[in-house]
């Protein structure tokens, strides 16, 4: 199994920078694709990007594109992304997940994050 803790959600203003990370512990991080998703109050958890083990493809949600970043640093068993440019509509949780195939659907992944909370004001 992989734990996965994220950290660095906050307040900010729209045009603001924020840098999540998600620390993994357990099993071999190395191994694993990781996905960043978010999910806003009453909606549905979305694909914002993904990476591949060895960082090798990433792949991102439209709405995102050119403004975040996804990378990871398997030395230290975490994941990032980086966020620029942040509007109001990136307001949500935002969750970090691990799996050993690479995949863009929530569905497709077996191991979660407890999700940190990003809010962009206007």
């Known amino acids: 199994q992989v734990q996965l803790v994220e950290s660095g959600g906050g307040l900010v203003q729209a045009g603001d920078s924020l840098r999540l990370s998600c620390a993994a512990s357990g099993r071999t991080f190395s191994r694993y694709a990781m996905g960043w998703f978010r999910q806003a109050p009453g909606k549905e958890r979305k694909f914002v990007a993904a990476?591949?083990?060895?960082?090798?493809?990433?792949d991102y949600a439209d709405s995102v594109k050119g403004r975040f970043t996804i990378s990871r640093d398997n030395a230290k068993n975490t994941g990032y992304l980086q966020m620029n440019s942040l509007k109001p509509e990136d307001t949500a949780v935002y969750y970090c997940a691990a799996d050993t195939d690479y995949a863009l659907a929530p569905y497709e992944y077996d191991y979660w994050g407890q999700g940190t909370q990003v809010t962009v004001s206007s």
């Open positions: 990476i591949k083990w060895n960082g090798g493809r990433t």
